[in-house]
């Protein structure tokens, strides 16, 4: 490979979420919790940023866009930007945006905080499916609107739509509101065509808002393919998309995101509302535009790579674990685990890894809304060797509490 994966970064005293922040963010502690283990004893695979560096391009390009010695108030002006994006979606995904539907936002979960509050009124409803990533349901209680979910369906580890139930749901006058994931977080699925037109035949029918979150859309194992929403309603125009290079190349902290929003109405009633009146960090533009043009050899090297580690945790299970049915995910870097045939009697599994593994991780109903008992997800965008060590830290604790239950 051109490009070393097998680099292991120091990040600490760099206000990483990832080494700083875990006391807080999984265990809503202060630093005075006190754990078996150092904080730099920990095996970290919790949080969803890489432990790789990103690709030499984006720091080259955020070097001269630094050397250009001003870093004044900023918009994107330039055509340029939307140029690459829109060539990077085509050439992808076979599917562009108009550029007066694009606007920005510090992140999707900052847009999704956001546009439930523009589109939803107190007396409605949200839809989304669990297990889910917490911040949907954050974003609503946050904005004090009511919270519906449909539980996926699990066969064995893979996760598929319970459609009866969505539609149901999604067919009480009080529901206004989708949030989609594709592909999906946890679980990992790339949901298929014909998933994707039952969804949008149902959000349809009730003339739903739909926000697609597809930030993992990049993140995909060799072979599979992404198909945006917005391909399969080409002309719907309640649907909002959120797509960003941050995750792919592990840029989250520049904080920025593409949210398409088509209807118009809407898209001023966002940028009118917008907490950062329409600025963005120019570094975060250079950085993103260098992505979408010159990334690409990267971002294939890492899915390479990240398919390694799939695989390699998919064989340890299998070898040391076996009442583990796992299925290697379609898409990100994250890993969703039953671990309820050795753990259900625990009731909070990251604490337990926290505590006998020195392991950190998320999972449970607590951290993914619900539908995620006994499950956990394990970040799997670090050298293999890391990986390697924190799958036989979990191992041990696994086995140790199994034979004393």
Known sequence: MKYNFDEIIERRNTNALNTDGFRDYIFH??????????????????????????????????????????????????SSYYEAFNAWCKKLYDCAFPQNEIVFSTG?????????????????????????YGFFKHAVDYRQRKLVCSSLKNNDGHFSIDFEDFARKAADSKTSLVIW??????????????????IAAIVKEHNLWIISDE????LIRQGKKHIPMAKIMPDYQKLITCMSASKSFNMAGLMFSNIIIRNEAVRKQFTAHDKNVGFV???????????????????????????????????FLVQNLPEISFEIPEATYLAWVNVNPYLADVDDIPMFFANEAG???????????GNAKGYIRLNLAMPRSIIAEGMKRICRAIKKHHDNA
């Open 29 to 78: 502690a202060g630093p005075d919790k006190i754990f078996p283990y150092k904080d730099d004893e920990f095996v970290r695979m919790w949080v969803a940023d890489m432990e790789f560096s990103m690709p030499p391009v984006i720091c080259e390009a955020i070097k001269q866009r630094v050397d250009k010695k001003i870093l004044g108030y900023s918009e994107v002006f330039s």
């Open 181 to 198: 994931c594709n592909p999906h977080n946890p679980s990992g699925r790339i949901w298929t065509q014909e998933e994707l037109e039952k």
């Open 359 to 369: 392991v950190l991780l998320e999972g449970g109903d607590a951290l993914f809304v």
């Open 281 to 315: 960090n120019p570094l975060s533009v250079a950085a993103h535009q260098a992505a979408y043009e010159a990334g690409g050899e990267w971002l294939e090297q890492l899915k390479s790579y990240l398919d390694g580690n799939f695989q390699f945790v998919k064989e």
């Open 215 to 218: 930030i993992h859309c990049d």
């Open 108 to 132: 999707v979960i900052p847009a999704l905080y956001e546009l439930v509050e523009d589109l939803v009124t107190p007396e409605e409803k949200v839809l989304i499916m669990t297990p889910s």
